[in-house]
T-cell receptor, first 112, second 113 residues
Framework: AQTVTQSQPEMSVQEAETVTLSCTYDTSENNYYLFWYKQPPSRQMILVIRQEAYKQQNATENRFSVNFQKAAKSFSLKISDSQLGDTAMYFCAQGGSEKLVFGKGTKLTVNP | DTAVSQTPKYLVTQMGNDKSIKCEQNLGHDTMYWYKQDSKKFLKIMFSYNNKELIINETVPNRFSPKSPDKAHLNLHINSLELGDSAVYFC????????????FGPGTRLLVL
């Protein structure tokens, strides 16, 4: 069975600082993909970053990067130079051959 | 242009009524999904369709019936609405399968009174 765990229900960070959101997952599949989605107060689900499990190199997208530890089944998201617009719910998700499974989310607040 | 659109965005209705939510994607994707997000923000898949065929039905009550007239549309019909159906419903699409990036619609907030 696929499971995704986000152990931090809420986090806060000062503007311009760096924050890391944790995610662990479990799957029996060998080929899978990992995602971080952002849901701002507008409730739109927005893809932040995507990682293919077969790639060792960590994905990076501007201020967003991941630390993918395949053996530990860990997939954390680092946000550098946090901005007020980063305030949102962040969902980690794991997609395999059948479906995308989401974690329960981390509510991130960026303080001015 | 909106990639994945849903109508309506808000739906307030009485218990026992029947309602539908429509979803359309103009991305040319083969696979479409319905998700339910509850009051605690937990997002769970309900259905997925690939090229009009049902692929996943996640133990959803049979009061919920998805319909895909073509691969660009996936509608959700809900019969005999219950209080517990109150949630935000998201439609999404991807090129093929759950390994591809899914693009989400804006969500439909359903409130059952």
């Amino acid at each position: 069975a696929q499971t995704v765990t986000q152990s931090q229900p809420e986090m806060s960070v000062q503007e311009a600082e760096t924050v890391t959101l944790s995610c662990t997952y479990d799957t029996s599949e060998n080929n899978y993909y990992l995602f971080w989605y952002k849901q701002p107060p507008s409730r739109q689900m927005i893809l932040v970053i995507r990682q293919e499990a077969y790639k060792q190199q960590n994905a990076t997208e501007n201020r967003f990067s991941v630390n993918f530890q395949k053996a530990a089944k860990s997939f954390s998201l680092k946000i550098s130079d946090s901005q007020l617009g980063d305030t949102a719910m962040y969902f980690c998700a794991q997609g395999g051959s059948e479906k995308l499974v989401f974690g329960k989310g981390t509510k991130l607040t960026v303080n001015p | 242009d909106t990639a994945v659109s849903q109508t309506p965005k808000y739906l307030v209705t009485q218990m026992g009524n029947d309602k539908s939510i429509k979803c359309e994607q103009n991305l040319g994707h083969d696979t479409m999904y319905w998700y339910k997000q509850d009051s605690k923000k937990f997002l769970k898949i309900m259905f997925s369709y690939n090229n009009k065929e049902l692929i996943i039905n996640e133990t959803v009550p049979n009061r919920f019936s998805p319909k895909s007239p073509d691969k660009a549309h996936l509608n959700l019909h809900i019969n005999s609405l219950e209080l517990g159906d109150s949630a935000v419903y998201f439609c999404a699409s991807s090129q093929i399968g759950a390994s591809e990036t899914q693009y989400f619609g804006p969500g439909t907030r359903l409130l059952v009174l």
